[in-house]
């Protein structure tokens, strides 16, 4: 069964420190992987994606995530965490079984930055 | 230009009674999607529609939930004899297609609370 699992709850840093949000995927093939954010009573909002080429992807507001095949790892990472970046964080799959697109949500990771 | 929107932001209902969630999806997005996000089950897919038919409506938990979609825009999801577990958040999102990975864009959410 495809899945997604994201390890952490909750992940906690202190501003201007970078951050990681991890992500670990199970699919058959080739993962079309993306991240949302979400924040407090708001939809989801798209950060970034990989489909193919390079591993490093790069997205809005400074974010970028490393596809790792033989880990099948796709992390959401920040150089330095800014206080705002504080919400809700999915990490999501292309349905591969189906041509729907429909996406496969990891459980979510609250991200809080500390001043 | 506009985004996805949906109404009502929040409907609080009792126990049986049916309620009707709308969603206004981007002008030209051909795939629309609704989700459930509950505190319990995280982000489910519920069902898809492409123009105004719904070839995936694996994710609709019973037959008490059906959806549809006119003039390949508006989409209404109805829930009949509401469930107090059918308390979640409601969301709509839509792309361009469903090929390449094409992220979606999701609206703001409905919360429904059956008491």
């Known amino acids: 069964a495809q899945s997604v699992a994201q390890p952490e709850d909750q992940v906690n840093v202190a501003e201007g420190n970078p951050l990681t949000v991890k992500c670990t995927y199970s699919?058959?093939?080739?993962?079309?992987l993306f991240w949302y954010v979400q924040y407090p009573n708001r939809g989801l909002q798209f950060l970034l994606k990989?489909?193919?080429?390079?591993?490093l992807v790069k997205g809005s507001y400074g974010f970028e995530a490393e596809f790792n095949k033989s880990q099948t790892s796709f992390h959401l990472k920040k150089p330095s965490a800014l206080v705002s970046d504080s919400a809700l964080y999915f990490c999501?799959?292309?349905?591969?079984?189906?041509?729907?697109?429909?996406?496969?949500f990891g459980q979510g990771t609250t991200l809080q930055v500390k001043p | 230009g506009a985004g996805v929107s949906q109404s009502p932001s929040n409907k609080v209902t009792e126990k049986g009674k049916d309620v009707e969630l709308r969603c206004d999806p981007i002008?030209?997005?051909?795939?629309l999607y609704w989700y459930r996000q509950s505190l319990g089950q995280g982000l489910e897919f519920l069902i898809y529609?492409?123009?105004?038919?719904?070839?995936?409506k694996s994710g609709l938990p019973s037959d008490r939930f059906s959806a549809e979609r006119t003039g390949g825009s508006v989409s209404t999801l109805t829930i009949q004899r509401t469930q107090q577990e059918d308390s979640a958040v409601y969301l709509c999102?839509?792309?361009?297609?469903?090929?390449?990975?094409?992220?979606?864009?999701f609206g703001p959410g409905t919360r429904l609370t059956v008491l």
């Open positions: 999102a839509s792309s361009l297609a469903t090929s390449k990975g094409r992220e979606q864009f």
């Open positions: 699919v058959s093939g080739n993962p079309y």
């Open positions: 990989y489909i193919t080429g390079d591993n």
């Open positions: 999501a799959v292309r349905d591969m079984a189906s041509n729907t697109g429909k996406l496969i």
């Open positions: 002008s030209g997005h051909t795939a």
């Open positions: 529609f492409q123009g105004n038919s719904a070839p995936d």
